[in-house]
């Protein structure tokens, strides 16, 4: 059983950064892909980023490209989500989640094996 702890969420001014950390424990954290996903209210949860267990490759989501980076230290057990040029349309509850052996393109938050609790960012006009 994996579990992960998003942090580094909060309020920022649009046009600002921040970057979220996800802390994986239980597991081999080299073992999985990481993603990023999002749910604002009332909307589905969407895909942000992932990245390959290896670090070597990583996958966006089309609202992000350009903005929004994705990077792992497995010696940390960690992944984490650098956002730039921030929108108000980027506030929403932000999950990292876990894929087993998986080495994909494809991502959808059905097809995750496990999830944290999330953390809010709130982008202010």
């Known amino acids: 059983q994996v579990q992960l702890v998003e942090s580094g969420g909060g309020l920022v001014q649009a046009g600002g950064s921040l970057r979220l950390s996800c802390a994986a424990s239980?597991?081999?954290?080299?073992?999985?892909?990481m993603g990023w996903f999002r749910q604002a209210p009332g909307k589905e949860r969407e895909f942000v980023l992932a990245?390959?267990?290896?670090?070597?490759?990583?996958y966006y989501g089309d609202s992000v490209k350009g903005r929004f980076t994705i990077s792992r230290d497995n010696a940390k057990n960690t992944v984490y989500l650098q956002m730039n040029s921030l929108k108000p349309e980027d506030t929403a509850v932000y999950y990292c989640?876990?894929?087993?052996?998986?080495?994909?393109?494809?991502?959808?938050?059905?097809?995750?094996?496990?999830w944290g609790k999330g953390t809010l960012v709130t982008v202010s006009s």
């Open positions: 989640a876990a894929k087993a052996y998986y080495s994909g393109s494809y991502y959808h938050h059905n097809m995750m094996d496990y």
């Open positions: 239980g597991g081999t954290f080299s073992n999985y892909a």
């Open positions: 990245i390959r267990w290896s670090g070597d490759r990583a």
